[in-house]
């Protein structure tokens, strides 16, 4: 394949940014996992939004070491985006000088991981479920919310795929997580638009309480698709899913 004139000027573009970004600043950060351990081997990036090339461009790319230490080393001091898993994570400020960045991340429950525990209400009748009561059957998990954009066509597509597979029938579910403040929105939400396949349910707290802290929620729609035996087999942030195929297939292995 040929490489185009405008291909080969972005890249320059890039080549002259990325050297104008070079400097002597070193810094590290701590990154964890759900449960508290070494996030080893997990990927981080340094980005910085660049108005004249209308992007963010990766400065730095690295992994988390044995002890749960992200290292970064060669920028100069300014304000950089911190994507974990290519996940957006935070805005960093970065110091001449500065060795020891006092930050500590948790990052979401991962593949291979065993999806957390946890109570939720029912929003039909008020009734608590545990999440491990659903084993032996295929989650897909969706916190989400009433007031979340991004959230409402999702759960809309949720609902069709329910209402039409009913060989899923005790072999597969999808559950509602809201992260509403109150239960009694997401329940007029949910009753307005009759979304009633889909089995919608409801924790308190929002995204920092126990459940949110406990899958270390930065941003919804998250979705975590867990097999029979509580595994965890795909994680995404407002991402999508070929769902159907995914289910179809955990569903075959059993």
């Not at 409801?202 to 802290?213: E, N």
């Amino acid at each position: 394949p040929t490489t185009s004139l405008s291909d080969s000027k972005a890249e320059k573009d890039e080549a002259y940014w990325k050297d104008k970004y070079l400097g002597d600043v070193n810094f590290e950060f701590n990154v964890l996992r759900h449960n508290g351990e070494p996030a080893e081997g997990v990927s981080f990036t340094i980005k910085k939004y660049l108005k004249d090339l209308g992007k963010r461009l990766t400065l730095y790319e690295g992994r988390v070491s044995a002890d749960g230490v992200a290292k970064v080393t060669g920028l100069i001091p300014d304000h950089y985006n911190l994507f974990i898993n290519g996940i957006p994570m935070k805005v960093v400020n970065v110091t001449a000088g500065r060795l020891n960045y006092e930050l500590t991340l948790k990052i979401s429950p991962q593949a291979g991981d065993i999806a957390p525990d946890f109570e939720m209400t029912s929003l039909m009748g008020n009734q608590k479920s545990l999440l491990s009561d659903f084993r032996g059957q295929i989650v897909l998990l969706d916190f989400w919310a009433s007031w979340c954009g991004p959230c409402q066509p999702e759960m809309s597509k949720y609902e069709e795929i329910m209402n039409r597979r009913k060989d899923w029938e005790n072999k597969a579910l999808i559950i509602g997580v809201s992260v509403d403040k109150n239960i009694s929105t997401i329940r007029e939400h949910v009753a307005k638009r009759q979304w009633h396949s889909v089995f919608q349910a409801w924790v308190p707290g929002g995204m920092k309480g126990k459940t949110g802290s406990s899958y270390s929620l930065f941003g919804i729609p998250s979705l975590f698709l867990i097999n029979h035996n509580g595994e965890i087999t795909w994680t995404e942030i407002g991402g999508t899913i070929d769902l159907e195929d995914k289910i179809d297939a955990l569903i075959k292995s059993q």
